[in-house]
């Protein structure tokens, strides 16, 4: 079973601009989850999907947003890019259906530059 | 709130010998507690994880954690370092308040493995 895919896997951007990454689960997982990693703030979580409704949101500013569809890819998207902005954006995907807990499945993640 | 607190950022030890990651938990409720190992330019492999069944995990790789309420810790261990080992450990809690699916990480500990 192929694991979680994320693409681009590198990405770099200027100041201002937006960014749109993306998240292809394992195959039947229909949660996606988001995590930033910075040196600085180390690894947090951003928001999690589930049918297509975000189910949870970390402690982000609304520049930072995603989607789900039905086919359970997801995507990110952060607009007026700044230099903080720069991570390693992992995705994570997991089974988990309604109130039960499920392993979540990481992907190599998308390192995004901004300049 | 959960948090969890890993102790030494660095911890290099020779091939052979044990190896001891700290991990420190903060949680009003029963924890569930996860240890992922991170490779460079890679995502997050689960490593072994405690959702309040047996209290000494063990999982892939070797390595093995306890369960200690009475010291809210989530120690990782491993009789005998190989080179292979070598990577960034993180411990991680998952949040109640979110269903426990999204997962709260300690600042990581990096391994360094002496020939």
């Known amino acids: 079973k192929a694991g979680v895919t994320q693409t681009p896997r590198y990405l770099i951007k200027t100041r201002g601009q937006q960014v749109t990454l993306s998240c292809s689960p394992i195959?039947?997982?229909?949660?996606v989850s988001w995590y930033q990693q910075t040196p600085g703030q180390g690894l947090q979580f951003l928001f999690e999907?589930?049918?297509?409704?975000?189910?949870n949101k970390g402690n982000f500013p609304g520049r930072f947003s995603g989607r789900q569809f039905s086919n359970s890819r997801s995507e990110m998207n952060v607009s007026t890019l700044e230099l903080g902005d720069s991570a390693l954006y992992l995705c994570?995907?997991?089974?988990?259906?309604?109130?039960?807990?499920?392993?979540?499945?990481f992907g190599p993640g998308t390192r995004l530059t901004v300049l | 709130a959960q948090s969890v607190t890993q102790l030494g950022s660095h911890v290099s030890v020779s091939e052979g010998a044990l190896v001891l990651l700290r991990c420190n938990y903060s949680?009003?409720?029963?924890?569930?507690l996860f240890w992922y190992v991170q490779y460079p330019n890679q995502g997050l492999q689960l490593l072994l994880k405690?959702?309040?069944?047996?209290?000494l995990v063990k999982g892939i790789n070797g390595f093995e954690a306890e369960f200690k309420k009475s010291e809210t810790s989530f120690h990782l261990t491993k009789p005998s370092a190989h080179m292979s080992d070598a990577a960034e450990y993180f411990c991680?809690?998952?949040?109640?308040?979110?269903?426990?699916?999204?997962?709260?990480f300690g600042s990581g500990t990096r391994l360094q493995v002496q020939p």
């Open positions: 994570a995907s997991s089974l988990a259906g309604r109130g039960e807990y499920n392993e979540q499945f």
């Open positions: 195959s039947g997982h229909r949660s």
């Open positions: 999907y589930f049918s297509e409704t975000q189910r």
């Open positions: 949680s009003s409720v029963p924890p569930y």
């Open positions: 405690y959702t309040s069944a047996a209290t």
């Open positions: 991680a809690v998952s949040a109640l308040d979110t269903g426990r699916r999204a997962l709260t």
